[in-house]
Structures are given as C-alpha cells and as structure tokens.
C-alpha cells in the first residue's frame, strides 16, 4: 500500500471555482510535506513546504493545511484559472532514514 | 541563477540497448536526486547524489546506475533497457538536503522522456 494516497485522483472545476485536494499519509516518523504542480510536459515545481509545527502555509493562490496528528493535508486552490490545469502531487518525507514517499498525484483541469 | 538542465530531452531506443542521461544541476547546488515518472507509478526515487557520493538510493534493479562529478553535473545509465523503462526521467537539485530530509527545497529540470520499443 502507498505511504501517501492523494484523491481526487482527477478532477474538472469550472474557471473561477475553488477546490480542495487530499493527501493522507502513513509516513512516520514525519519530517515535512511538500506539494508540487507539475505541469505536462514539465517538471515539478515546489507549491509550499510544511514542517510538524506549520498548520497552514499559503502561496499566491495556493494554501496548504496539514494535521500532522491525523496525517492528513490538504491544498486549496482559490478562484481557480486556466493556469492551474496541471498534476499535483503531495510528497511526505520521513525523519531521520532521509526517504521521500510520493502521491501519485491530484490531475487538475480548469475549463472556461 | 539558470535552472535544472536535462539532456537529452527526447530519446528513443531499442530493447537491449543502453542510455545514458545528464543532468546540470543550479550552481552551488551539491545534492543531485534523479526520479522516474510513469502514469502507472507516479514518482519513484531513483537514487541521490551528494558531493560525488551516493547517499541514498531506491528500490530499482542494478541495471540502474549513476554517478556525479566534482562539478556536481550528474549522469545516470540504465543498461540492457527494457520496454517498461520508457519513463519520464526527472532529476532534482538541491544545495545540500535532497532526499535527506531536511527542508531545502528541491528543484526539479524539466526531464528526459525516454521510450524503449
């Protein structure tokens, strides 16, 4: 079983629209999760880092909430545009064995 | 600062054949990570570089190599390829945590799409 389920695993939002993604995780001991977008064709790209301690971490647009005692996260998209039609992909790491565990990812489209 | 660069960005070789991929990380980076993508298996970590060591590696077959050298450019090499190795082949750079856990920030190049017929 994957250390680090993301759902939806796709999804359409009309422009304009909000949504929320999930990452849960059985990672332990935690160390800090990351949310990347990944555009087609292209490599990943660091939305936002959240260490134990950080509850919400924003970026533009993006906001990332993350409850290390029920190992879940979550990253909101606000007011969505064509832009953030792309993969997003939830990455936990473990304290201490220095490994990476990766989602598979939340496949975005945002249709006019 | 230029970014991840990745050569080459497109290949296309044989079963049976092997390739060798590059990667340039950001100057000053010294951690070097290298990633497959697949629709099937999402990211799977390859192995890390850190100053011309290995420090970490994933669970793929010894058909699988890499190396990095002192100026922190790395290659990896996969031998006797497969059809199930066409892959996106993503590497990362970042100036000391890669994969060791820490929060230095990792960035990735915009990869090597490999297809194996």
């Known amino acids: 079983k994957n250390q680090v389920e993301q759902s939806p695993q796709s999804l359409i939002i009309l422009e304009g629209k909000n949504c929320t993604l999930q990452?849960?995780?059985?990672?332990?001991?935690?160390?800090?999760l990351r949310w990347y977008k990944q555009d087609t064709g292209r490599g990943p790209v660091s939305l936002t880092i959240?260490?134990?301690?950080?509850n919400t971490k924003s970026n533009g647009r993006y906001t990332a909430t993350l409850d290390a005692d029920t190992k879940q996260s979550s990253l909101h998209i606000t007011a969505s545009q064509l832009s953030d039609s792309a993969s997003y992909i939830c990455v936990v790491s473990r304290y201490g064995n220095n490994r990476l565990a990766f989602g598979k990812g939340n496949q975005v489209v945002v249709i006019p | 600062k230029a970014g991840v660069t990745q050569t080459p960005r497109y290949l296309i070789k044989t079963r049976g054949q092997q390739v060798t991929l590059s990667c340039s990380p950001i100057?000053?980076?010294?951690?070097v990570s290298w990633y497959q993508q697949t629709p099937g298996q999402g990211l799977q970590f390859l192995f890390e570089?850190?100053?011309?060591?290995?420090?970490n590696k994933g669970n793929f077959p010894g058909r699988f190599s890499g190396r990095q050298f002192s100026n922190s450019r790395s290659e990896m090499n996969v031998s006797t390829l497969e059809l199930g190795d066409s892959a996106l082949y993503l590497c990362?750079?970042?100036?000391?945590?890669?994969?060791?856990?820490?929060?230095?920030?990792?960035?990735f190049g915009p990869g090597t799409r490999l297809t194996v017929t």
């Open positions: 990362a750079s970042s100036p000391t945590g890669g994969t060791s856990g820490s929060s230095d920030e990792q960035y």
């Open positions: 990452c849960n995780y059985t990672v332990s001991p935690f160390s800090n």
């Open positions: 570089y850190f100053s011309e060591t290995q420090r």
């Open positions: 100057s000053g980076h010294r951690s």
């Open positions: 959240m260490t134990f301690s950080e």
